[in-house]
């Protein structure tokens, strides 16, 4: 049995696998960790679900992550998306650990602004290693939007409920982006140093000319190769150079094809497939949308 991955589709079913009482709400959940019991048969056992959840806690608590386990210290806030795999390391005793854990359907944000962007908050996808540091005021600021939610889901529901509990939760997540921002700044010796190790692997694919035998390098190529999630890295790149993964390997393309254009005869076609396009009309259109030119307009003026 433990070899299943058992898949959790509600909030009223996450309720009754893990002993809590009926849910509030029928779409979002804020469990209080202490009062979380975790038995030894629930080691070892996967999981998967259709929620979304946010938690905070106070120390380790032996969670696992698809590869990868955390310790929980204090002032750490860790989200995950549906359908990641997820696993228990160790029981859990009452009032062993304190802190809460938030979980939503993805109807409740659905026909919302935020159902809308949910996908642009990258850090639901952040390896577990990549969480959220907070400090006591920040802890104290996003707590007090946790309050707000819990408030609504304890109280009766009305027209207002849906409205109220997105508004308090997008506010949340919006925080937890300002100070994943703050966090990348903190963390400026060892960010410096990814972008360097970025580029030393961009250039070393080029230079074993494998943008000709495989292709452009992926995000994933460069995330496995930093031991970095692929959002985590773009996320990171972006704060440090202003520019993506994407953008970055797009901007070294053109600039290897500017000089390729002007001291090589051969057809554009020939450059094209060199920088790892199978079909040309794709590369003339990246180099027009980035230079404003042609490829042969490029060589003609230059």
């Known amino acids: 049995m433990k070899q299943e991955i058992q898949n959790i589709k509600s909030i009223s079913q996450l309720h009754e696998i893990f002993g809590f009482a009926k849910p509030t709400h029928p779409l979002i959940s804020i469990i209080d960790v202490s009062k979380w019991e975790i038995p030894e048969q629930f080691i070892g056992v996967k999981y998967t679900s259709d929620l979304y959840s946010i ?12 590869r990868n386990t955390y310790d929980f210290n204090e002032g750490v806030l860790i989200f995950t998306a549906p359908d990641q795999v997820q696993s228990v390391l160790k029981a859990q005793r009452l009032n062993e650990v304190q802190g809460w854990m938030m979980f939503f359907h993805p109807d409740l944000i659905r026909n919302t602004s935020l159902g809308k962007i949910i996908d642009e908050y990258h850090f639901f996808s952040y390896d577990v290693h990549e969480a959220l540091h907070l400090s006591d005021a920040e802890q104290e600021t996003i707590g007090n939007c946790v309050r707000m939610i819990q408030k609504e889901i304890a109280e009766r529901i009305d027209n207002h409920s849906q409205t109220v509990i997105v508004s308090s939760l997008e506010l949340l997540l919006n925080l937890s982006k300002r100070y994943y921002e703050r966090q990348f700044n903190t963390r400026s010796a060892q960010s410096s140093d990814i972008v360097s190790q970025f580029h030393s692997l961009l250039n070393d694919y080029y230079k074993q000319g494998k943008f000709t035998s ?89």
């Open 55 to 66: 938690g905070l806690k106070d120390k380790s608590c032996g969670l696992q992550y698809g």
């Open 214 to 302: 495989e292709g452009a390098p992926t995000v994933e190529y460069f995330a496995e190769r930093i031991h970095l999630s692929g959002n985590y890295l773009s996320d990171l790149l972006k704060k440090e150079t202003g520019y993506s993964v994407l953008d970055q390997v797009n901007n070294f393309i053109i600039e290897k094809a500017k000089t390729l254009l002007l001291v090589d005869s051969g057809s554009v076609s020939t450059v094209a497939y060199s920088l790892g396009f199978n079909y040309p009309h794709y590369f003339s259109r990246l180099f027009k949308n980035k230079t404003g030119f042609t490829p042969q307009e490029y060589r003609k003026l230059n």
